[in-house]
Structures are given as structure tokens and as C-alpha cells.
């Protein structure tokens, strides 16, 4: 009997277990492939950290180079002595020429905001009324 079954094994299928340095095979090329990968991430990290001094010093040169005033929509500097139609304007952000109701809503508007009973400052609300004072009292249309 012993005779029968080694004349069928060279027959019989082969296992499909993988053996123990096929899976070691492989797990070395992982962990190399890996290993390659952080190592290439990290020089690409160190690149950048030393391009990134020159390139933010150019930046910064840049920046200094645009005017202040240019990406504000504020207007620069304090009040007039005597307030004139151009600065009551500017105060309301409407427009000299605008109509009494303009000059209503957008007084409105901006005393909700500056009120001095919510926190606003006094000075403030006093200069948007006389703002608007100033605009009400011309020839309107």
C-alpha cells in the first residue's frame, strides 16, 4: 500500500501555501520599498525647509515694496477741523450727491454698529450724525 501512494503523489496537486522565504521575499521588498519612501520624503522635506528661507526672505522684500494703503478699503487718516461734504461722505461710505434717504439708511447702518449705549464710542457717533446733518442740509434732488 505504501508503494500505491508513492506512485499517485507525483500527481496530486501541490499546495497552495506559500513557504516561509516566499513570504519573507516579499516582506523584505516591502519594508525596502518603505524605507525608500521615507528616505525620499525626507529629502524632499530638507529641500524645501532650505528653499523656504530665501523664497520667504523674497517675499518679504516684496511685501514691503506695496504701498500700505493699497489693499484697504478704509479711508487713511483722522477728521478735518471743519467737516466737509467729501469727508461727511467718506463717514457714510455713500456717495456726495446721494439722496436724503441714502443718507438716512446708511446713517442707520452705521450707528447700529457704533452706537455708544452698545459699546460704541461717543466721538464716533457724534461725527456720523454731523455727518449726516451735513449731507441732509444741502439742495437735494
Not at 53 to 60: D, F
Amino acid at each position: 500500500m505504501d508503494g500505491d501512494f508513492m506512485r499517485h503523489a507525483e500527481y496530486t496537486l501541490k499546495s497552495n501555501r506559500t513557504s516561509d522565504t516566499d513570504i519573507d521575499k516579499r516582506l523584505c521588498g516591502t519594508l525596502m520599498a518603505v524605507g525608500l519612501g521615507v528616505a525620499a520624503a525626507g529629502f524632499a522635506g530638507r529641500y524645501a525647509f532650505h528653499l523656504r528661507r530665501p523664497l520667504g526672505q523674497i517675499i518679504t522684500e516684496a511685501a514691503k515694496k506695496v504701498p500700505s494703503g493699497t489693499f484697504s478699503t478704509y479711508y487713511q487718516g483722522g477728521f478735518e477741523q471743519k467737516m466737509s461734504r467729501r469727508e461727511a461722505s467718506l463717514i457714510l461710505g455713500i456717495s456726495p450727491n446721494s439722496t436724503k434717504a441714502k443718507v438716512g439708511e446708511a446713517q442707520r447702518r452705521i450707528m447700529v454698529l457704533n452706537h455708544p449705549d452698545k459699546g460704541g464710542s461717543p466721538y464716533l457717533a457724534a461725527k456720523i450724525n454731523e455727518a449726516k446733518d451735513l449731507l441732509d442740509s444741502g439742495p437735494r434732488r
